[in-house]
């Protein structure tokens, strides 16, 4: 997918875009999980949100003005959906080497920006966001770019649709300009009471966590308001950014400077906005039959009346439910009345206290090499099934704790152990020793299919021992 238009936009002054593609997404488990979050799924449209953001961006932006900030377990394939909707923006994709929230992220995108120039403009936009109406977007861009040139920092605010707890708000205070205001402060997620009188009231919108700024102007206050991240952008010419972020507040923009500073304005949006933040939106988009369901996958649905029904795993039956929000995956089910929806980020932070990898992965597991699927598990076993991309290979690695046994399913494998090649077709297979080093590769043009086998007392991720590796993840 490429996007060949030329950008629209007219701003005020050269301007810049930063995208945050990070973020984990948990109000839409179990699709959404950590390493794959939903930016990174296909929700409300033919392609996932990322490239969907990336692609109305570039109505507005020139490729070489436009960031996209995600962190390291998502970068590949970050970098793999940019480069489908424009090849040159894989370039233009930075990795944190672990989230600390948007502030963090945007001072990353930010490095960038001023060495072209600090007095360029800077707009953030997150990745998994829907916007209707492109053309009125643009409009409101160029309108906030003028006002950031007159030193105001912009944000973009959505009028509310009805009382929603799981939005942040924003107070409106005088006329500034056309459609925007002086803004009087910032409520976050309110109570059902707040909600329903800021809808009645019209005096706050839904804050859209879209940006718009100066620079130079944004650094200012993060020196005012955060010294310590300051100091670490100011070391960043002997020590890059990226090296301290163990060290840095896990800040968001908003507490961390947004609701400290005095010279911001809101812009009130004139195009259709939607955060897809939870399953209530996905129902509410979603296309509905004649019984008001919306359905997805493999259902069976039988007297069901305003329902959302989906299926990425086996067959989901249901009968009699009203008003209920069901999703199912290979590994989980979320079941969950629709007015109960904001509760499913609870039973996520439940699942996290407990260690659970359900929060984590999905059974399939996209690498940048290809992806893996763990078939079946137990006490000190795992099988997977290992898809190799064409002319990838995997890094030459060692585990601690497990040995390992590959059959070949298809395709042709290039395996080393212990320095020791050998070529492998479909239904041969070949012993991983604990402790020994090996590597895994598939020279052909079709995808390498094998069956992973592992035994041992530890089976997580992290028993991996790196030491070549042609996507760059070595530990020094």
Known sequence: MLSDTQPKAE?????????????????????????????????????????QTVTRVLDAFEPSRIWIVTNEEHVFEVRKQVAAVRPELEAQVLAEPLSRNTLPAIMLGLEKVVEFNDAALAAVFPSDHLIGDDEAWINDLVRASQLAEQGYFLTFGVAPAKPETGYGYIALGESVGEGAYAVNGFVEKPDLATAEAFLREGTHLWNSGMFL??????????????????????????TPLVQGYRDIPNISVDYGVVEKIDNIAVVQASFHWDDLGSWEAMYRLGDKD????????????????????????????????EDMIMVQTRDA??????????????LVDILRREGSQLV?????????????????EGPHYKIKRI??????????????????HWVVVDGTAEVEVDNNPVVLVENQSVDIPKASQHR????????LN?????????LEEDDIVRFDDVYGRVKK
Request: hydrophobic share 40%.
């Open 333 to 346: 089910t979320l079941s969950c009345p629709m007015p109960r929806v904001q509760s499913v980020k609870d």
């Open 360 to 376: 984590e992965s999905h059974p399939t597991v996209v690498r940048p090499w290809g992806s893996y699927s763990v078939l079946e």
């Open 290 to 321: 004649e019984s008001g369901n919306v359905i997805q996958g493999d259902v069976l649905a039988v007297d069901c009346r305003n329902c959302l029904l989906i299926s990425e795993g086996g067959k989901l039956a249901a009968c009699g439910l």
């Open 213 to 238: 700024f100066r620079a130079r102007d944004f650094l200012r206050q993060v020196a005012k308001c955060q010294p310590e991240l300051w100091e670490w952008w100011m070391a960043r010419e002997e």
């Open 387 to 404: 898809q190799v991309n064409p002319g990838a290979r995997l890094s030459s690695q060692m585990h601690h704790h497990r040995s390992e």
């Open 11 to 51: 701003f005020a002054g050269e301007c810049h875009a930063v995208i945050l593609a990070g973020g984990s997404g948990t109000r839409l488990w179990p699709l959404s999980r950590n390493l794959l979050p939903k930016q990174l799924l296909v929700l409300g449209g033919e392609v996932t949100l990322l490239q």
């Open 450 to 458: 094998i069956i992973e086998i592992q035994s041992g007392p530890y």
């Open 440 to 447: 895994l590769a598939n020279p052909g043009k079709v995808p």
